[in-house]
């Protein structure tokens, strides 16, 4: 019986693992930053972790606006076995990430909007672009390995390549909703939330050259 307890606690957590997404943004308050959880909140930021929490304000308007600045590093490695360097680093730089919410609370009543970046909200610049821009240039050299059959000076033994990648993308959650007192222990909440977003991205492989026994050449 344990056992079944135990596989039925991991498949809800599983399952809690996912709900969310896997880009979802939880830092949706300045407040986590300093606790790390707001899944119990009742405080303003309940509009985006524990909106029935909301009844618990007291009555009248509440509001809160908060931004983070967020920088970070963001590393790729990958082990295909021609890359001269399997290693990639990206720079995360988010300067303002802003949440707003705005709470009317009246007896059994409480009417709530929320705003801010569930998803994405920032840029990440890797300088020496991704693997998968990186690894056909890799795929050259093996394949012209056969020239030195026809000339042996005609040697390809490496590569080098100008690569460029900087992606951003964001999410942004806009979301209306009303908790209302079912009784002094029990609350509901019903709302919508409506996420626009904009992915951008930009990239350049330039400068393709072929190391041809000691010396690059232009591919």
Do not use: C
Not at 3 to 21: D, E, K, Q
Not at 32 to 61: C, H, Q
Not at 110 to 129: I, W
Not at 180 to 191: K, L
Request: charged content about 15%; cysteine-free.
């Amino acid at each position: 019986m344990k056992r079944i307890y135990l596989l039925a606690a991991f498949i809800v957590l599983a399952n809690m693992v996912f709900a969310g997404g896997l880009l979802t943004n939880t830092n949706q308050s300045a407040q986590f930053i300093r606790m790390m959880s707001r899944n119990a909140s009742t405080g303003i930021d309940a509009v985006y972790f524990n909106p029935a929490g909301l009844i618990k304000l007291e009555n009248g308007w509440h509001f809160s606006v908060s931004s983070q600045t967020i920088f970070q590093t963001k590393p790729v490695e990958s082990e295909f076995p021609l890359l001269n360097d399997g290693n990639y680093e990206g720079i995360v730089n988010v300067p303002v990430f802003p949440t707003g919410f705005a709470v009317y609370k009246m007896d059994n009543w409480a009417f709530s909007l929320g705003f801010g970046p569930n998803a994405g909200g920032g840029s990440a610049e890797y300088d020496r672009g991704l693997p998968s821009f990186e690894i056909p240039i890799t795929k050259v050299v093996p394949g012209l390995a056969g020239l030195t059959q026809i000339d042996p000076s005609w040697k390809v033994n490496g590569y080098n390549a100008d690569i460029f990648f900087d992606g951003s993308s964001v999410f942004w959650g806009i979301q209306l909703g009303a908790t209302y007192r079912v009784n002094d222990i029990f609350s509901v909440y019903g709302g919508v939330r409506y996420l626009p977003s904009k992915n951008t991205y930009e990239g350049a492989i330039k400068n393709i050259q072929l190391k041809v026994n000691d010396d690059y050449v232009s591919a």
